[in-house]
């Protein structure tokens, strides 16, 4: 695996490569979940990566235990990945708040929309994975419009849904996607359930559950 000084060499290389540029510092947190929004593209991917690592931090993501076989295997989990068998009968939130007590230090990288494709609403997976884990929300982000990308806001959330919504709301509403009209809305679905924790089922959709 690639030095973090090898790391940010590239991670800049990219950004500079493309005329992006980052904001904010990786989170003074040793275990969070980070929020990877909006997600419309399969660009997502490398250009969070680009940013994380261009600020010195190094995230995970979930896929499906089946992609990390062969050589795709050890790409995916040079990149973060982490694998997750979803014939698991385990509630999805509590496999992956588990992680946390496997991982000293982890930044565990979930896409609130769930896929790159249009969606109609947030899933609550994010949100009760941190509260489960007992550890903090950062708000991730890339905003193609700006062509800026990094680390927002750090907060707890209260385990009122609603309220917290209203902060996370409040920074996500003016940052655009690569494709603006797939973006879900940022309301919970059914009011704030307990699921949607996304597991990508190929490699195209990796960035599902990792940003």
Avoid at 133 to 141: E, R, S
Wanted: glycine share 12%; hydrophobic share 45%.
């Amino acid at each position: 695996m690639a030095s973090k000084g090898i790391k940010r060499a590239i991670g800049r290389a990219w950004l500079r490569a493309f005329g992006w540029r980052v904001e904010g510092g990786a989170p003074d947190v040793p275990q969070a979940v980070l929020l990877a929004a909006p997600h419309t593209s399969n660009w997502d991917l490398p250009f969070t990566l680009a940013c994380a690592w261009a600020i010195g931090l190094d995230f995970r993501f979930v896929a499906k235990h089946t992609l990390f076989e062969g050589v795709k295997g050890r790409i995916l989990r040079a990149m973060g990945g982490i694998a997750v068998d979803r014939r698991s009968r385990e509630n999805a939130v509590e496999r992956m708040a588990a992680l946390f007590d496997e991982h000293e230090k982890l930044v565990l990288a979930v896409a609130a929309e769930g896929t790159r494709n249009s969606a109609k609403r947030w899933k609550t997976g994010f949100y009760w994975i941190a509260r489960a884990a007992k550890v903090p929300i950062v708000m991730g982000f890339l905003d193609y419009g700006r062509k800026v990308g990094g680390m927002g806001d750090v907060f707890w959330p209260s385990g009122d849904p609603e309220s917290d919504l209203d902060k996370i709301r409040n920074f996500y509403g003016p940052i655009k996607g690569k494709y603006p009209s797939k973006q879900g809305a940022i309301v919970f679905r059914d009011g704030g359930d307990e699921g949607g924790i996304p597991v990508p089922d190929d490699s195209s959709e990796t960035v599902t559950a990792g940003l």
